[in-house]
């Protein structure tokens, strides 16, 4: 170990002295990064001295910022995932934000996503369902790949995987590989069978659009597990034009070998170049593997160490001479001779062509097949490689020498590296605001501590979003944790119902609470009509809300739902008392009362009888198509609703005169929303992503119909006989 350390320690020396008689400038200072990178891994003293070179060489934001930001995420890889540092985690975001904003051409936040996973596993959906209501991050691409890292590192379940997968709306390359990453899983065959024909039910149901080509991979994924999906099947029974064909597929017929062969023997370097040559002249394939699998076919037994020992001394890169070296063993491996031979072959190409594997981009594979070959370490290999490669150290990329330190990276632990990556961060403060991202850092910016809670805060946060898809998604991801009988997950979510975790949500922004709960008891509700026995243990909580919590008429009317669907399926879920309760909830205590149709339509049906004070002037499609509804139904006039609702608004919840301005919205304000056409409401269509405006008009509306129910008689159509109430919820 002293020796290696020795050797590679020397090798950054002598690179280093070769850059100090460089004028080093802001532009080129990306130099004594990579310096600094290829150190780290070696000595922590020697590493903080090259750390301090290379961070320093520039103290403000410059060209250099970028590259500093991906020197400290490529140290991320050696910290203990088990050992979590949220105020760590929320530091590197902060910097991370500073450099987007100030160099954010084709930023790489999946590089930053996936570091801060590496600082602080839970803080990585913190911190996505912050970016999310930022607008900053592509956010479903983030979050498939943070649960593809959760399900390989077994955070959570397959069963929890498939519904939170939902949530991504990412039917491409990410929905391939998250199910090919399910299929590694060692789960039940039915089970994987029953999760995976979810998926793409959903994903066929939701996209007419799906590149063809990501469907043939799932079905070979399928094919793989002797498995057959009839809806894969029918879809591309039905969409053959659009599937994928690859240009570079092989095809015996085209190509006429034995022509080729007849002509060459490839015994020599240069017959086999000339056969090479001719082969990419006649056919229109381009992929060299196919000439070479096919030319170790027709070598005869005895010719075979003659056409390897040709092959290594063609002109070809040295990614091409290690690989095909790999395919010999493996087309050979009844030849004892030959497997004895290409390890000896092998280090003498390490030995002799160093220079040419130290410069390859491809230095870890290179290993990574030695070592199989060879049955050697990495560490003798790269020995074998600097006992020439030290001679001309000069004429090597920077890059050549931080590939080359990496590998040496074993030698650098967890704890040493969150010193650096502290020292690194502290290096980027003198640029921060006090307010950028989510300000100074606070002790209500920690998320959970354990995996279910994490994903009960970020499953209801997203209940909470301004986009009505992703509520719907988060719906659904809800009733398949149910019906997976997720409960952990179920508890956790149930529990952020009176207090939210701040954590996952911007501090800059208005959070729709209302908005989470609604949308939470919707999902319940329709769970609870299949099968309520997972929300029998909460029964009381739907309960409260339905009797005890302040009137909100559709929360109220999907917790009694949910409480009768209980009742029900459970009798004597519910004492007499509270049942009783419950159900007058949905019961008017007052007369039924009759309203001509005449009546209904007039405008002058009823006098105003609350004074309009208009300190709010509401949208102009407000009243004709929302509030009318209600008044219709308590036979008031819509003065009188716009009245109760403004009183709510501004005296009882206290929001400012002007919240209706679309600059009190700061999200509208900094522009957030991707369209503002998508935040306008059409008559009584719901908009796609709501303003804060709307999220506040729209559940005082349903609070002023809540309060209406219990203090005033219903009225009922004279010709269609039926209940208006019942009538204006069912819009809703």
């Known amino acids: 170990l002293y020796k290696d350390k020795y050797i590679a320690l020397k090798f950054i020396q002598e690179a280093y002295n070769s850059t100090i008689s460089i004028k080093i400038t802001s532009q080129d200072s990306n130099i004594l990064i990579e310096l600094a990178k290829a150190v780290l891994p070696i000595s922590k003293d020697e590493a903080q001295a090259y750390f301090e070179l290379a961070l320093e060489s520039n103290l403000n934001l410059g060209d250099d910022a970028r590259a500093r930001l991906n020197l400290l995420c490529d140290i991320t890889n050696k910290l203990d995932k088990m050992d979590n540092c949220p105020k760590l985690a929320y530091e590197f975001l902060r910097i991370s934000e500073l450099v987007y904003h100030f160099d954010g051409h084709k930023f790489q936040w999946d590089i930053i996503i996936d570091a801060i996973y590496n600082i602080d596993i839970y803080s990585s959906l913190a911190i996505a369902s912050r970016l999310k209501d930022r607008n900053i991050v592509d956010f479903y691409e983030t979050l498939t790949e943070i649960l593809n890292k959760l399900l390989q590192d077994n955070y959570i379940s397959p069963q929890t995987f498939t519904s939170m997968i939902i949530l991504t709306q990412n039917y491409g390359y990410g929905f391939h590989k998250s199910i090919k990453l399910l299929s590694k899983k060692d789960i039940d065959n039915d089970l994987f069978i029953s999760l995976l024909s979810k998926l793409i039910k959903t994903m066929l149901l939701e996209n007419n659009e799906i590149d063809s080509y990501y469907i043939k991979k799932i079905q070979h994924i399928l094919e793989e597990k002797n498995i057959k999906n009839k809806d894969i099947d029918f879809y591309l029974e039905h969409n053959k034009e659009d599937s994928y064909s690859s240009s570079f597929e092989k095809d015996d017929d085209v190509i006429d070998w034995d022509n080729i062969f007849k002509q060459f023997d490839c015994l020599t370097s240069k017959n086999i170049q000339e056969a090479y040559d001719y082969f990419r002249e006649n056919t229109k394939y381009v992929d060299h593997a196919y000439f070479f699998e096919e030319m170790r076919k027709r070598i005869d037994f005895d010719n075979r160490k003659q056409n390897l020992d040709s092959f290594v001394n063609c002109d070809y890169d040295i990614k091409t001479i290690i690989y095909q070296i790999a395919e010999y063993y493996k087309n050979w491996n009844d030849s004892v001779a030959i497997k004895k031979y290409i390890p000896k072959l092998i280090e003498n190409i390490f030995l002799n062509q160093s220079k040419a594997i130290l410069n390859s981009y491809w230095l870890g594979e290179s290993l990574n097949i030695a070592v199989k070959l060879t ?68 002790d209500n910016l920690t998320p959970p501590s354990n995996i279910n809670d994490t994903l009960g805060a970020f499953i209801y946060i997203a209940l909470g979003s301004t986009k009505g898809e992703d509520r719907w998604r988060a719906m659904y991801t809800v009733r398949m944790l149910c019906e997976f009988e997720e409960k952990d997950i179920l508890n956790s979510i149930l529990k952020q119902l009176e207090n939210y975790d701040v954590s996952f949500i911007n501090k800059h922004f208005k959070f729709y609470d209302l908005h989470a709960k609604l949308y939470l008891f919707i999902s319940l509700a329709r769970v609870a009509l299949d099968n309520s026995k997972i929300l029998k243990t909460y029964s009381n909580i739907f309960k409260y809300y339905a009797v005890d919590w302040p009137p909100h008429s559709l929360i109220r009317k999907y917790c009694v739902d949910i409480a009768l669907s209980i009742e029900q399926q459970f009798p004597s879920t519910y004492i007499i008392e509270d049942l009783e309760q419950i159900k007058q909830k949905i019961i008017s205590k007052f007369p039924k009362q009759i309203i001509t149709r005449e009546e209904r339509y007039s405008k002058k049906r009823v006098k105003t009888k609350i004074k309009r004070d208009k300190r709010l002037h509401f949208g102009i499609d407000w009243e004709p198509y929302w509030f009318e509804d209600l008044a219709n139904t308590f036979n008031l006039s819509i003065s009188d609703v716009s009245q109760i609702v403004e009183n709510l608004i501004l005296d009882d919840w206290g929001y400012d005169e002007k919240f209706e301005h679309w600059d009190y919205d700061l999200r509208a304000k900094y522009k957030i929303f991707e369209d503002d056409m998508k935040t306008n409401i059409w008559k009584s269509d719901y908009p796609k992503q709501d303003r804060l405006s709307f999220y506040v008009i729209y559940h005082a509306m349903f609070c002023v119909a809540g309060k209406l129910f219990d203090n005033h008689p219903i009225f009922y159509d004279e010709e269609y006989k039926y209940n208006l109430w019942e009538d204006f919820l069912s819009r809703h």
Request: charged share 30%.
């Open 375 to 442: 049955k050697k370490s990495r560490t003798d290999l790269i020995l074998i490689l600097l006992e020439k490669g030290l001679e001309n150290i000069q004429s090597y990329s920077y890059e050549a020498i931080l590939r080359l330190v990496n590998e040496f990276k074993n030698l650098i632990t967890s704890e040493e590296t969150k010193e650096l990556l502290t020292f690194g961060i502290r290096q980027f403060q003198d640029d921060l605001e006090d307010d950028s991202s989510d300000g100074i850092w606070q």
